[in-house]
Structure formats: structure tokens, C-alpha cells
């Protein structure tokens, strides 16, 4: 079953939108299997983003992450993936549609407020980043009759 990393940053969890952000991704169908609140270290979040550490805005995102608590999880669904980039928006806010995480709630691309892996193999790279096995629930909803023909 296909899996997808997210993480609710830092401004997401200071503005209180912890339990709205869950909520759409309940509300659309997908499966949470991972949950955790944590403070970042600086050595998980630029392994995190390694593929930006040239880019001159590394040092800020880096200290923004680290900068308060974050809710990492990881959701579980066919095409969840694509499916929670879309929820998300576009990377700066002031682009992404209205309808969006980041659309909705957003005004800067430095607070952007949601991080979600971007292909299939990104996700399994960042799960194995940021949770253990054990961390990891399989659990099947009882609603998933009604949620999948
Ligand atoms: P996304 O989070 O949409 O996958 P990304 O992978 O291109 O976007 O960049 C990772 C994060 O880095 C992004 O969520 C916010 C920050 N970022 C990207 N481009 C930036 C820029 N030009 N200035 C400041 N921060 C930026
Ligand atoms: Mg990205």
C-alpha cells in the first residue's frame, strides 16, 4: 500500500493548525499510521533536505525547522503521494489555489506551513528518515468499505 511522508512545520503547529491540517487528511480518506510531536535536530533536518543544501536559502530552512516543534506523520492510501501534494499547494503560498493547505493558510514560501514527500520513492526515503518500524501502525479503517469499491 502505497505510504507518504508529511510534516506540519513548525508555523503550522505555533498557528494551531495541527488538528485542521489532520482533519482534511482524514476527511478525504487517507490512513494515518504514523504520528509523532518532536523537536528537530539540526542533523535530521539537513539530511531531510539535502537536496537543497547548496541552495542559499539552506541555512534559514534548516533553523526554521529546528526552531520549534513539528508534527511528523505519515499516511497510508492508493496514490496518497500525488494526492497530499495537491492538498498542499504550490511551495509558495502566495501561488498555491485556494482549497490548498498552503493556499489557505499561507502569505510566504518561508512559512509555508507543511512539508509532503514528492514521488513514491522520496516517501520511502523519508519514512525510513524519520521513523522507525516500530513507530509505524498497520491498520485497516473500519471505513474503508465505504471509502474504496
Ligand atoms: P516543497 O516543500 O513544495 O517540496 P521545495 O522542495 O522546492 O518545495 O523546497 C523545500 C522548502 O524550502 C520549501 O517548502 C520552502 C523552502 N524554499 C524553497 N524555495 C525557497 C525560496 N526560494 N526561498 C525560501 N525558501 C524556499
Ligand atoms: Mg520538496
Avoid: C
Avoid at 504514523?34 to 523537536?39: C, F, N, S, V, Y
Wanted: hydrophobic share 45%; net charge negative.
Amino acid at each position: 500500500m502505497e505510504r507518504t511522508f508529511m510534516a506540519i512545520k513548525p508555523d503550522g503547529v505555533q498557528r494551531g493548525l495541527v488538528g485542521e491540517i489532520l482533519r482534511r487528511f482524514e476527511a478525504k480518506g487517507f490512513t494515518l499510521v504514523g504520528l509523532k510531536l518532536m523537536h528537530v535536530s539540526k542533523e535530521l533536518a539537513e539530511k531531510h533536505y539535502d537536496v537543497h543544501r547548496e541552495r542559499p536559502f539552506f541555512p534559514g530552512l534548516v533553523e526554521f525547522i529546528t526552531s520549534g516543534p513539528l508534527v511528523a506523520m505519515v499516511w497510508e492510501g492508493d496514490g496518497v503521494v500525488a494526492s497530499a501534494r495537491k492538498m498542499i499547494g504550490a511551495t509558495n503560498p502566495l501561488s498555491a489555489e485556494p482549497g490548498t493547505i498552503r493556499g489557505d493558510f499561507g502569505i510566504s514560501i518561508g512559512r509555508n506551513l507543511i512539508h509532503g514527500s514528492d514521488a513514491i520513492e522520496t516517501a520511502q526515503r523519508e519514512i525510513a528518515l524519520w521513523f522507525s518500524s516500530e513507530e509505524l501502525v498497520s491498520w485497516q479503517p473500519a471505513a474503508v468499505a465505504w471509502l474504496v469499491e
